[in-house]
């Protein structure tokens, strides 16, 4: 086996004339150009990666989001016999119903107006009218 002491020292690299003279503006060059060329491969690194992530963000975000409902829809779908019993069981009574529903003049002469038509059906109520004042 050969000794450490018996290889010959002799320098086999050799460095090209002015190599290290020139080697800083090389590096200067070379960061000066990475630094140009980094937003664009920012943008590319957003584009490719980060606009799909966002799109399928949304994408769950919408479909899986809580639906809202009216109260209108929602009440409309309970059948009545299904709020009868509910308000049969309930401690409310019906003074405390009409105390608290809120109607403006629209809605109680619309709610009069379909009340008399259930009930009355056909009957001219001016006729009614016209009978009461006779009798008296």
Known sequence: M???DDIAKTNIFEVPEGYFDRLPMRIQA????RQVRQPRFAWKLAVRYALPLVIVGFTLVYFLRPKIHQTEELLAS???EN???YLDDSEITSNDLLEMANFNETEVDSLN????DT???DFDVTEFNGVLENEL
């Open 2 to 4: 050969k000794k450490l």
């Open 30 to 33: 070379q960061l000066e150009e």
């Open 78 to 80: 309970v059948s009545n």
């Open 83 to 85: 709020l009868i019993a």
């Open 113 to 116: 107006r379909d009340l008399n």
């Open 119 to 121: 009930l009355l059906g």
